[in-house]
């Protein structure tokens, strides 16, 4: 993330810069999907104000408004806090109605904070 | 003994011109994207919008109250050294060439390059120190025309834009001077600087401002993007950015003044 933009901006700036939009509109798009999963109330936050969870979901939406086909996490058990957050972020990514495939890469230390959600674990 | 100081010498002078030749192949391609309409994208302009907020419009109460203070002093002092040696048929040339040609710019580039340049070089090195750069890459945004091109332009524009208003307040504060010194009326002193002052001069001055806009963002963007990995290396990266600046912006004005004097 770019510590010196707020997170809406953050989101945006893929579209405006790949496709060219007007920065009202895709910051009207980031905002709607911030909007969906209720987390409008960080649109204008900058990254240090945010929770990690906060940043993690900021940084799963901006790969969104990507061209690109699935968005690797890498090691996201170092990113978020707590397994309660974990199944936060999957009940996110579900709201989110991601249209492209979403897969997390950890480590097979961390396997066991997976075990017992739905998800495949592929050694 | 000789062998191995032979050797320092080469490698030393080996890293220096490619260093060199490194920042004139990066300082060349920030100039062919400034050619290419496609760098200006929303985000670009945006950018550029804020830069040129805080480079130029943020600096101008501090800079008025500088060139008011420190520039009616030094017209002052001109005039008055002018007078003392009866060139006061010279006046109008002599305040025009101090003011336009050299002072109102190379003043402006100090307190920009003191102010603007070491926040750019600052910005960058953190940045880069923060993988945020990384991030700009893989996501394939491209780090000239979004963090460089907008800092270049705001750059030559607020430079070009304070040296006009510096030159005016100089100029202002000047026909002060003349009238309690002189007891010139201002109608006099107006067509004193007006039949003074030639194409030369504001091209001088242009063509000045622009150059030490270019350098006083340029030297400090290359410096930041070349920090080491480390947030102590930032103060390390910033002095040596300076440095470079200020050499750079001395050999300009050295320059101009060899021009000038041709």
Redesign the interface.
């Known amino acids: ?4 933009l707020t997170i809406v901006e953050n989101i945006a ?2 579209k ?3 496709e ?4 009202g509109e ?1 910051q009207r798009v980031a905002m709607g999907y911030l909007r969906d999963i209720s987390l409008e109330h960080i649109a204008d936050k900058r990254v240090n104000e945010c929770t990690l969870l906060e940043i993690l979901i900021a940084m799963i939406i ?1 790969a969104m408004m ?1 061209r690109e086909a699935s968005i690797l996490i890498e090691v996201s058990h170092t990113i978020v806090d707590s397994v309660h957050e974990i199944e936060a972020l999957f009940t996110i990514i579900k709201s989110l109605q991601i249209q492209k495939s979403v897969q997390f890469l950890d480590l097979i230390d961390n396997q066991t904070y997976y075990e017992g959600y739905r998800c495949n674990i592929i050694k | 003994m000789l062998i191995r100081f032979i050797e320092y010498i080469g490698d030393k002078s080996i890293k220096r011109l490619l260093s060199v030749y490194e920042f004139f192949s990066f300082s060349y391609l920030c100039f062919v994207h400034i050619l290419n309409p496609a760098s200006y994208n929303p985000a670009m302009r945006m950018v550029l919008v804020k830069q040129i907020y805080f480079t130029t419009i943020g600096i101008i109460p501090l800079f008025i109250t500088m060139a008011l203070f420190f520039g009616s002093i030094v017209i002052g002092l001109v005039i008055i050294l002018a007078a003392h040696y009866s060139l006061q048929g010279e006046i109008g040339s002599i305040i025009v060439t101090f003011v336009i040609d050299e002072f109102a710019p190379f003043f402006t580039a100090l307190l920009i390059a003191l102010r603007s340049g070491t926040a750019v070089n600052t910005e960058i090195a953190v940045m880069n120190v923060n993988r945020e750069l990384n991030t700009l890459r893989e996501y394939k945004i491209d780090l000239i025309d979004y963090l460089f091109l907008p800092r270049i332009i705001s750059g030559v524009i607020s430079l070009t834009a304070l040296s006009i208003l510096f030159a005016f307040i100089m100029l202002g504060s000047g026909y002060i001077f003349i009238f309690f010194y002189m007891s010139m009326d201002f109608y006099a002193y107006a067509t004193l600087l007006i039949k003074a002052i030639e194409v030369y001069d504001l091209l001088l001055l242009f063509v000045k401002a622009a150059a030490f806009g270019v350098v006083s963002m340029l030297i400090p963007i290359y410096s930041g993007l070349k920090t080491e990995n480390s947030y102590s290396a930032i103060p390390i990266s910033v002095l040596n950015g300076m440095v470079k600046l200020f050499v750079a912006l001395f050999f300009i004005e050295v320059v101009s003044l060899l021009i000038h004097l041709l």
């Open positions: 993330m770019i510590y010196n700036l893929i405006e810069v790949h060219r939009m007007e920065i895709a901006r990507t």
